[in-house]
C-alpha cells in the first residue's frame, strides 16, 4: 500500500512540471523547394522569384540585367570601332569614323582600351547578377519556411525602481510556451 501511494505522490508532483500536448498545425514543408527555385532562376531569370511569389522582384532583376546587358553591347561596339579605326589607320587608310575628330594615334589606343575595360566591367555586372538572381531565389525559398511567430520577442526595458538612484537598463528575451 505504501508502494502505491508513494507512486502516486510522485505522478502528482511529476504532473505540474508536464505539459499536454498542443495541437501544432501540420503544414506541407517541400525540402526540393530552394533547389527547385535555384534552378528555376538558373533555366529563366527571374522565374525562381515568380516561383517564390515574390514577383516584385522581377522589375529589380531585370532592370539590373538589362543595363548590364546594353552596357556590355555598347561597349563592345565602341571598342570594335576604335580598334578598327586603329588598324587602318596603321595599314594607311584614312577613311575611318574618327578621322578629324580624333588625330593621334594613342587616342585611339586609349578609347580602345578605355571601352575594353568597361566591356569586361559589365560582363562582370552581368555575370554578377545572374547569381545573384539564383541566390536570391535560393535563400528567399529556405526562408519561406522559416518560423516567425508572436511567442518570441527580443527588446529593450527600462526599469524603475523606488530608490531614485537605482534604474536597470537591459535587453530582455520572452519565449511564451
Known amino acids: 500500500m505504501i508502494r ?18 498542443e495541437i501544432v498545425e501540420n ?18 531569370p527571374g522565374l525562381g522569384q515568380v516561383y517564390n511569389n515574390k514577383i516584385w522582384k522581377l522589375p529589380i ?17 565602341k571598342y570594335w570601332s576604335y580598334r578598327n579605326a586603329y588598324k587602318r589607320r596603321k595599314a594607311g587608310f584614312s577613311d575611318d569614323e574618327f578621322q578629324g ?30 547569381f545573384l538572381n539564383i541566390l536570391d531565389a535560393n535563400i528567399d525559398a529556405h526562408l519561406l519556411d522559416y518560423n516567425v511567430d508572436e511567442n518570441l520577442s527580443f527588446g529593450p526595458y527600462h ?19
Do not use: C, W
Request: glycine share 4%; hydrophobic share 40%.
Open 159 to 177: 526599469e524603475n525602481t523606488e530608490n531614485f538612484y537605482t534604474t536597470s537598463l537591459g535587453m530582455k528575451i520572452k519565449l511564451k510556451f
Open 101 to 130: 575628330i580624333i588625330i593621334n594615334d594613342d587616342r585611339l589606343l586609349d578609347g580602345q582600351n578605355f571601352h575594353r575595360r568597361y566591356k569586361d566591367l559589365s560582363m562582370v555586372f552581368l555575370v554578377g547578377f545572374y
Open 61 to 77: 532583376l531585370y532592370t539590373a540585367i538589362g543595363v548590364s546587358a546594353y552596357s556590355f553591347d555598347f561597349n563592345k561596339k
Open 27 to 44: 503544414y506541407n514543408r517541400n525540402i526540393l523547394r530552394p533547389s527547385k527555385a535555384a534552378f528555376y532562376s538558373a533555366v529563366i
Open 4 to 21: 502505491k501511494l508513494s507512486l502516486f505522490f510522485l505522478l502528482v508532483l511529476l504532473s505540474n512540471y508536464t505539459k499536454s500536448q
